[in-house]
């Protein structure tokens, strides 16, 4: 079957730095996306990973490694707002995206 | 504002009643597509449609129709709702494109008692 794993739930304070991992095994591979989901509103597209390496906005990068099975998402300089759950999702060789359950993130001062 | 937008924000539904969310963009985007989220779980695909007049089922498609009469509207239609189909519904749109990211909607948050 097809699998995604993310953490359930990480704890960060606010100006430092965190990495949110996401395995998965799927039937082919043709791209990794992840989303910025705040409690009770509609998922946001962050970043799209389709080659090996990192991609960097401003404060967010997501790394990808192909052969590993692996991507990341950097969030540096913490703030309160990005208090949210973090969704990570891969196309597979039928251009069907397989989702994971997310991973809540938890901004302290 | 260019979006998308659903309708109703929130329905409280008695099992074996028929409801119908609604869902419309203004994007001219090809691709449309019905997910529900449930705690725990990965957003999962009800129904999708690649462009106007065709459609096709999803993980979960079981209880669930639409139609894609048009570009803009991209209803999903609960025939007789169970409590089981209570959650969370997203309607979501892309232009189609393999690294095209999905543009979501505000959510549908439907009850069934």
């Known amino acids: 079957g097809q699998n995604i794993d993310q953490p359930t739930e990480m704890t960060a304070t606010e100006g430092a730095i965190v990495q949110i991992n996401c395995t998965y095994q799927?039937?082919?591979?043709?791209?990794l996306f992840w989303y910025q989901q705040h409690a009770g509103e509609a998922p946001t597209f962050l970043s799209y990973?389709?080659l090996d390496g990192l991609e960097e906005k401003g404060r967010f990068s997501s790394f990808l490694s192909r052969s590993k099975g692996y991507s990341y998402l950097l969030l540096k300089e913490l703030q309160m707002k990005d208090s949210a759950s973090y969704l990570c999702?891969?196309?597979?060789?039928?251009?069907?995206?397989?989702w994971g359950a997310g991973t809540k993130l938890i901004i302290k001062p | 504002i260019a979006g998308i937008t659903q309708a109703p924000t929130s329905q409280i539904l008695a099992a074996g009643r028929r409801m119908t969310l609604r869902c419309t963009q203004d994007?001219?985007?090809?691709?449309m597509y019905w997910y529900r989220q449930d705690l725990g779980l990965g957003l999962r695909l009800i129904h999708y449609?690649?462009?106007?007049?065709?459609?096709g089922k999803g993980e979960v498609p079981d209880g669930y129709s639409v139609s894609r009469a048009n570009t803009d509207d991209f209803p999903l239609t609960l025939a007789s709702a169970v409590p089981s189909q209570t959650s969370v519904y997203f309607c979501?749109?892309?232009?189609?494109?393999?690294?095209?990211?999905?543009?979501f909607g505000n959510g549908t948050r439907l009850t069934v008692t």
């Open positions: 999702a891969v196309m597979d060789s039928n251009y069907q995206l397989i």
């Open positions: 979501a749109s892309s232009d189609g494109q393999d690294n095209s990211p999905l543009h």
């Open positions: 990973n389709v």
């Open positions: 994007m001219r985007h090809n691709a």
């Open positions: 799927t039937s082919g591979f043709n791209g």
């Open positions: 449609s690649n462009t106007a007049g065709t459609t």
